[in-house]
């Protein structure tokens, strides 16, 4: 690609030597909380569409709570983030 990056959702680019030379590229990293969150999401996701296609209850409230615990780790790492963002500029100022 070449020119101006495609946005994605908040500040993300598909143009990734740009992101990874951004000033802000702190921003667009995810610790281990949050990738591991929306794995979490995801996979409770797929889970819940084959569980759908099956007609199983109990892979339905699995994928729920695999959901709801994704949604739960992603914003403890969101909120981990914010933290450590929120020292750093009180330490530098």
């Keep these: 690609m070449g020119g ?8 993300h680019c598909y143009d990734l030597p ?7 590229r702190e921003e ?14 995801a996979v409770g996701r797929l889970e819940e569409n084959l569980a759908g296609l099956m007609h199983d209850q109990a892979h339905l409230r699995h994928a729920a709570q695999l959901q709801q615990a ?3 780790q992603r914003t403890m ?3 981990r983030q914010l933290i450590k963002r929120s020292l750093k500029q009180h330490l530098s100022a």
């Design 18 to 24: 740009q992101c990874f030379t951004h000033p802000n």
């Design 4 to 11: 101006r990056p495609i946005p994605l959702a908040k500040g």
């Design 77 to 79: 790492g969101e909120a």
């Design 28 to 41: 667009r990293v995810m610790n281990k909380d949050q990738l591991l969150g929306n794995m979490k999401i």
């Design 70 to 72: 994704g949604k739960v």
